[in-house]
């Protein structure tokens, strides 16, 4: 029996082919993971199933209605949670709960599902004043109302804390009975261990469909046969730090963060952060959104001023000579921040502008940039148009232009596809070979691995810091993940 | 349409207008403000205007005329000794215009010939310059027409007696607070309904929404309702401030102006709510309403213009937007009582257009992320 029956379907936007003839099924009363990068057409497969887009070609059968046709019937029988936050931040819990339960007309009754959730003690509180996870929670609660038969939840564990993830897919399980069918899209490689069924989507097709377990039992062999469906990686060495020259320094802690305080009011987004950066030396910042990465990012390079305490840039302090510090310093940040109408070109040559290159200098160095880069058949297309990896190599150039000693990287790999990402890394290894330092935020905790020491990051506090297999080994723990939470529920973690 | 999804979203709504103090601003301190504007700060009634006098004559009966223009109420005079002063006043703005008779003035007049006298106006203030010119005439006819030489005053032909309808005396206030209305109910029900579908498309509220079994209608009426609520209470406050704070004499029916004002309000969501289906997106849908509600009700509704001085393009165009046909009716209800007339022409035009507005919000409502479909 299946719950959804897709028939070469496609469906374009503008010239963008988001879903390119794809059939598949999905069984009843299983739970399938869609897993994808950004881009990769999970969302539009999602909403297409239930009707919230209409296909250009082919047939989908939801439940056995047609969703362009009976999209009333069809949402009537399932819980959809959206990847954005979809429940209303001014009303509470409770209110949001009492709205979901009128509109699919079932009964006032929430103590079991709050207490499922742990959120029986905040049902006063207004949505929007609860932690990523617990608006997570309070999303999949609304969606569990009414015991739906085909539950459609879209990246409900993106920037979500490890507990808290653990704790979303455990919540699914236990409130399902064994005739619902669950459809769990993701990001994230590793959670196909968590699915009976994995689909794998790369650039709206599907490379894989089946149980995880055919494709590899270890997270690592998982890993490889994805790439390797995904049409092979193979390393090469980085063109990018072959020739970048960087300015000698005799400052042996490239990087410091001296007691950085940032209160907003009565609440501390970051406290009492400390740490050294060696040069040359790959330091990571890991903990889910909102823990106060990115904050202290800001103040690290001066865009935001620290409640208390400093940071040093190649020994020059960010409060008080915060132009002089920068000047040494590449920052790419979190979300695609360049001119999208700007062409590619345009880009570099603003930035090249910006980051002061001599005039003289700056065309050698703008030909030498698109070269190893290889934005030759870029180089006139507006940015806004280009695809995610392309964006991403640009945010990339434009920080390295000036070839500064420390580069300051925020979640750069967040979206980006395993080779992408891979190829990323390459980069960011072979630089800091030749002495960049640099200093990188993720909530990917496979990435964890890639630096040669991380900061645990929660509720704005550094709850552990050292090499990685320092921390693995303190809490004996298999991989990343595993320590945080460990580490976590050993400071007594998990929420409030 | 289901009856309990549209009580569960107007519910929703009452809650979220209930904590965002920006609505009750808009709905209530947005309209007070402007009142107390309107009824202290904006006067189109005809100004006092001062006026230099150098009189060259110094008969008796010429001191009467100077007490004329002292004791007018229209005219602050000040009498000049020194010509050149009074120019040099006239050019630093202290008096809006002069007025010169010359010596032989009562001469003349005695003689039964035409006596003539100077009037100065400041041409850069154009309004104003035509109060001088007429004031001055007035004042001085009347003044002859009491004086000793009104034996060679032929008695006019037709003589005139005005009576101000309606209006007695000619206070503005008693249409432009009332007319202001328009304003008020556009704020909140275009404005405000315009912000609140888009804002759940930004949000991503809508989204959740639409993954429910709610239908067109439920969403349509769900925004409907609660601002249709609203915008009665915020008119209520209204009423009150006009009748019983600012004393605006009231010759209508309650019942009337309720019901007119409520099709009125009807026509403002819908506009509102057309605007944020189309364009999802608040800052457009703002400056939208700001375009096609604010603008227009202030400016094309004949509230500030009269309408048939304005070009033939603009007088169309009033046509189509529903502000002209409310300062009609509510401008007449508060001043003249009901007009069957007028209640009957204006009730039929807004609810066509509210008929209308509907139609196209239901049309451009879809319940997936994209149009199309059934």
């Avoid at chain 1, 950066?277 to 690290?300: D, Q, V, Y």
């Amino acid at each position: 029996m299946n719950a959804v029956e897709i028939k070469n379907l496609t469906k374009n936007f503008g010239n963008i082919i988001a879903i390119d003839n794809i059939s598949l099924n999905i069984k009843k009363g299983q739970i399938t993971g869609l897993i994808g990068a950004d881009a990769s057409g999970k969302t539009t497969l999602m909403r297409l199933i239930i009707g919230l887009l209409l296909s250009d070609k082919g047939e989908i059968s939801t439940l056995e209605l047609n969703p362009r046709a009976q999209k009333e019937a069809v949402t009537a029988c399932i819980g959809y949670m959206p990847q954005k936050f979809g429940m209303y931040e001014d009303l509470t819990v409770k209110e949001n709960l009492d709205l979901y339960a009128d509109l699919k007309g079932v009964s006032h009754d929430f103590e079991k599902v709050l207490t499922f959730t742990n959120l029986t003690k905040f049902q006063n509180r207004l949505a929007g004043k609860l932690s990523g996870g617990m608006k997570q929670k309070l999303g999949l609660a609304c969606t569990l109302l009414g015991s739906p038969e085909l539950l459609i939840l879209d990246e409900p564990s993106v920037g979500v804390d490890p507990i808290s993830r653990r704790e979303l897919i455990k919540l699914v399980k236990d409130s399902i009975t064994e005739n619902t069918t669950v459809l769990w899209s993701t990001a994230y490689l590793d959670e196909a261990q968590n699915f009976d069924e994995a689909i794998i989507l790369d650039k709206g097709k599907i490379i894989y469909q089946g149980p995880h377990q055919k494709l590899g039992d270890t997270n690592q062999k998982f890993e490889e046969k994805v790439i390797e469906l995904m049409g092979g990686y193979k390393e090469k060495e980085s063109e990018i730090a072959k020739d970048y020259n960087i300015k000698n320094t005799d400052v042996e802690f490239v990087v410091e963060a001296d007691d950085l305080v940032k209160k907003y009011g009565e609440f501390y987004a970051v406290k009492n952060n400390t740490f050294k950066i060696r040069r040359g030396e790959i330091f990571g910042l890991l903990g889910p959104n909102g823990a106060g990465k990115s904050t202290s990012f800001k103040m690290m390079c001066g865009l935001s001023t620290p409640t208390n305490g400093t940071a040093r840039i190649m020994g020059v302090d960010i409060k008080k000579n915060p132009t002089k510090a920068r000047s040494n310093l590449g920052y790419m940040a979190q979300k695609f921040s360049l001119y999208g109408d700007l062409t590619v070109l345009e880009n570099l040559r603003f930035f090249a502008g910006v980051y002061g290159i001599p005039i003289l200098k700056r065309k050698k160095r703008l030909d030498e940039i698109i070269k190893i880069f290889n934005f030759e058949e870029y180089q006139d297309i507006m940015s806004k148009e280009l695809p995610l990896g392309i964006k991403q190599r640009l945010s990339m150039a434009c920080a390295l232009i000036h070839e500064p000693a420390v580069l300051f990287l925020d979640e750069p790999t967040s979206g980006v596809d395993i080779i992408g990402r891979k190829e990323f890394w390459t980069h960011i290894n072979a630089l800091s070979k030749k002495g960049v330092t640099v200093l990188v935020t993720t909530h990917f905790m496979d990435e964890a691995e890639y630096c040669d020491r991380i900061s645990l990051f929660y509720n704005g506090e550094t709850v552990a810091i050292g090499t990685p297999d320092e921390l693995k080994k303190s809490v004996n723990a298999n991989s990343m993940e595993e320590t945080f939470i460990k580490i976590l529920e050993k400071n007594q973690g998990g929420e409030e | 349409m289901n009856l309990k999804i549209i009580s569960a979203l107007v519910k929703k709504e009452a809650l979220q207008i209930l904590r965002d103090p920006s609505t009750t601003i808009i709905a209530f301190v947005l309209p007070l403000m402007m009142l107390l504007l309107f009824m202290y700060g904006l006067n189109l009634d005809t100004p006092k205007v001062s006026l230099g006098l150098k009189i060259d004559d110094d008969t008796p009966q010429i001191s009467n005329l100077i007490q004329s223009f002292n004791s007018s109420k229209y005219v602050r005079a000040k009498v000049y000794e020194d010509k050149d002063l009074m120019y040099k006043d006239i050019s630093a703005s202290k008096i809006n215009g002069a007025v010169i008779i010359p010596n032989d003035f009562s001469k003349n007049l005695e003689k039964g010939d035409t006596a003539s006298m100077l009037i100065i106006t400041d041409g850069s203030y154009v309004n104003t310059a035509n109060y001088v010119q007429s004031y001055p005439v007035a004042i001085a006819n009347n003044w002859l027409s009491q004086s000793s030489y009104k034996t060679y005053l032929k008695p006019p032909v037709i003589s005139a007696n005005t009576r101000m309808w309606y209006n007695q005396d000619i206070n503005s206030h008693y249409f432009i607070l009332p007319g202001s209305f328009a304003i008020t109910l556009n704020l909140v029900g275009l404005l405000l309904t315009a912000l609140v579908i888009a804002r759940e498309w930004e949000r991503g509220t809508m989204e959740s929404l639409l993954g429910t079994r709610v239908g067109k209608l439920d969403i349509i009426l769900g925004k409907y309702i609660p601002y249709f609520i609203l915008g009665i209470l915020s008119l209520l406050f209204n009423v009150f401030l006009c009748i019983f704070v600012f004393k605006i004499p009231f010759h209508g029916s309650f019942v009337i102006l309720f019901s007119v004002s409520a099709l009125f309000l009807l026509t403002a969501i819908g506009i509102g709510l057309l605007i944020s289906t189309i364009f999802k997106n608040q800052f457009l849908a703002s400056q939208m309403s700001l375009g096609v509600g604010f603008l227009p009700a202030l400016l094309l509704s004949g509230l500030m213009f009269p309408i048939n001085s304005m070009p033939m393009f603009f007088q169309f165009l009033t046509m189509i937007l529903p502000p002209r046909y409310y300062v009609t009716f509510i401008e007449s209800e508060f001043m003249a009582g009901t007009i069957k007339n007028i209640v009957l022409i204006n009730t039929i035009y807004l609810s066509i257009l509210a008929i209308l507005l509907f139609i196209a919000v239901y049309e451009k409502t879809s319940i997936r992320l994209e149009e199309g479909g059934k």
